[in-house]
Nanobody, 116 residues
Framework: QVQLVESWGGLVQPGGSLRLSCVGDGMKFIFSIYDMNWYRQAPGKQRELVATITRGRSTNYSDSVNGRFTISRDNAKTTVYLQMNNLRPEDTAVYHC????????WGQGTQVTVSS
C-alpha cells in the first residue's frame, strides 16, 4: 500500500528557510516513473500547485515561488524535497505532496507558518 508522508514543516520567521520532505512509502519499485508535485492550501483559498518535478527531472514553479523554492527528488530514497528560501507570510499554508502516474497519491500535508 502506497503512502506519501510529508515532514519538516514548522514555524519560521519571514526571510527564513525550510526544507520539506515527502517520502513515498511503498513506492520502492515505482517512484521513478511518477511525476511529483507540491501543492499548498491556505485557509479560505484554493489549492495551488507550487512546484513540479517530472520523472525526467524537469521542473516547473508557480510565479509566486519561482526563484525562491527548489524542488528535487531522490529516487533511491523515494523522496521528493521542497527547499523554501526567503519565506514570506503569504507562503503560510498546508503543503501537500502529490504523485502523478498510473495512479494519483496524496499526502496528509504539513503546516508551514511564516510569522514574526
Amino acid at each position: 500500500q502506497v503512502q506519501l508522508v510529508e515532514s519538516w514543516g514548522g514555524l519560521v520567521q519571514p526571510g527564513g528557510s525550510l526544507r520539506l520532505s515527502c517520502v513515498g512509502d511503498g513506492m520502492k519499485f515505482i517512484f521513478s516513473i511518477y511525476d511529483m508535485n507540491w501543492y499548498r492550501q491556505a485557509p479560505g483559498k484554493q489549492r495551488e500547485l507550487v512546484a513540479t518535478i517530472t520523472r525526467g527531472r524537469s521542473t516547473n514553479y508557480s510565479d509566486s515561488v519561482n526563484g525562491r523554492f527548489t524542488i528535487s527528488r531522490d529516487n533511491a530514497k523515494t523522496t521528493v524535497y521542497l527547499q523554501m528560501n526567503n519565506l514570506r507570510p503569504e507562503d503560510t499554508a498546508v503543503y501537500h505532496c502529490n504523485a502523478q502516474g498510473p495512479f494519483a497519491y496524496w499526502g496528509q500535508g504539513t503546516q508551514v507558518t511564516v510569522s514574526s
